[in-house]
């Protein structure tokens, strides 16, 4: 039996950020954050979007394709928790009316936490075949303004299905995990923003890449020319082009020519939407799917990479037909939707996004009819509506 990826779904805010009018307003070359960096946009989550909005806004796209009655698992993964206590699977579950009975709970280790739950996930699928589980990441990253990691914020959530002979990719027997107990990015309890030594951190990322890679390869006696592509954890996309490069080193150039392709591809999305953590690496997989044309079988590694740190590596095979699961006009409507700020309108934005708002306090939302949105606490309660 096959157990994969069987849906995705996609949602970022509708707000966004061009890199290189950051840029001008930094006093910065905008060669550096296009191409030194390697971002053009970042979306930019105003104070309706928080996690728990995102996630149910990317679930719902796909929810009412499959048997809901079948979830028997909901995964939360983020890094942009809304409370130190309750999940934020359960809020997502209400509002998205799914069984009493599904087993749901958050999972933290930085960016890790998505791949976290889709190795769960796989694990009780191929335990309960008849069921299915839903893990979605979602996070808004945040360094501040005029920060040196502001170039690399963003926002976004990308939820997937988990389900025996999945329709998109199926995932491989085996994997390869490297973990260490290091301090290269973090937010202590109580700060809205994140600290990070961005250069150490993208040194660490470098060396997970190559050992958990090389661990992998060994276990499935594979070589690097075996993989259609390599898609990666991108905080921004020059650091998985860093990785792709270590990747096709020595490479013959019919490798190193087709991993150079799709990493393009695979980077299309995140080089607009900017750091997901979570849901970054499952970005890149679903840019290099509608962004490429893909055969049935083609093998593609997966990077993921958790600061703090965890890194892993493992693949999937693409499954025959995946095409007609994927949403392509939807998630490029998505982007294409996005209204562009500017620098001091971004400020405000961000700034404002940091603040809870008084409690009793109802938002409102300028998102497009169907969205899901927070609209404020009630007796410290968070309220979550639809436009
Ligand atoms: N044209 C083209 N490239 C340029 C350039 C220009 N005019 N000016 C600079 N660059 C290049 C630099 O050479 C460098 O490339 P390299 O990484 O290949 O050496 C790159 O742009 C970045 O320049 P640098 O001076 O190192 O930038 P910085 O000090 O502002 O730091 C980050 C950049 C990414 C380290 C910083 O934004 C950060 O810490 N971000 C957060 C990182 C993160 O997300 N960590 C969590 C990971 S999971």
Same mark, same amino acid.
């Given at each position: 039996m096959r157990v994969g990826i069987d849906q995705i779904g996609f949602y970022t805010p509708n707000k966004y950020v061009d890199m290189v009018d950051l840029a001008h307003a930094r006093q910065e070359d905008p060669d550096k954050y296009l191409?030194?960096?390697?971002?053009s946009q970042m979306s930019v989550a105003d104070q309706t979007q928080d996690a728990v909005s995102m996630g149910i806004n990317a679930t719902q796209f796909y929810l009412k394709r499959? +048997?809901?009655?079948?979830?028997?698992l909901l995964i939360f993964g983020t890094?942009?928790?809304?409370?130190?206590?309750?999940?934020?699977s359960l809020f997502v579950k209400s509002a998205l009316k799914l069984p009493p009975e599904v087993r749901t709970f958050e999972v933290k280790e930085a960016c890790f936490g998505m791949t976290a739950g889709v190795m769960i996930a796989r694990d009780y699928v191929r335990l309960h075949p008849h069921q299915t589980a839903i893990v979605i990441g979602s996070d808004i990253a945040r360094y501040g303004v005029?920060?040196?990691?502001?170039?690399?914020q963003g926002a976004g959530s990308v939820s997937l299905l988990i389900a025996?002979?999945?329709?998109?990719l199926a995932i491989n027997e085996g994997h390869s995990a490297f973990s260490q107990d290091i301090n290269d990015f973090w937010r202590p309890n109580g700060m809205a923003t994140a600290l990070v030594d961005g250069k150490y951190s993208t040194q660490v990322y470098l060396d997970f890449f190559t050992q958990t890679f090389k661990q992998y390869k060994k276990l499935k006696g594979w070589?690097?020319?075996?993989?259609?592509a390599l898609a990666y954890h991108l905080p921004f996309t020059k650091m998985g082009l860093k990785a792709n490069r270590l990747a096709v080193a020595g490479q013959a150039e019919v490798t190193k020519t087709r991993l150079e392709k799709n990493f393009t591809a695979a980077a299309q999305y995140g080089r607009t939407v900017g750091n997901i953590y979570t849901a970054s690496l499952y970005l890149s997989l679903l840019s290099l799917l509608e962004n490429k044309k893909l055969q049935p079988d083609n093998k593609i590694g997966l990077f993921s990479y958790g600061s703090g740190a965890m890194g892993e590596f493992y693949s999937g095979q693409v499954v025959s037909?995946? +095409?007609?699961?994927?949403?392509v006009v939807q998630d490029q409507k998505m982007l294409a939707r996005r209204q562009r700020l500017t620098v001091a309108q971004y400020e405000q934005v961000f700034n404002n996004a940091l603040l809870d708002p008084s409690d009793g306090l109802e938002l409102t939302s300028?998102?497009?009819?169907?969205y899901w949105y927070f609209a404020g606490t009630k007796g410290q309660v968070r309220q979550y509506r639809q436009v």
């Open positions: 191409i030194g960096i390697g971002q499959i +048997e809901r009655q079948r979830v028997g890094e942009s928790g809304v409370d130190q206590s309750k999940s934020a005029g920060s040196g990691g502001e170039v690399t025996a002979e999945p329709r998109i070589q690097t020319s075996d993989f259609t037909g995946y +095409e007609r699961q994927l949403d300028d998102e497009q009819v169907g």
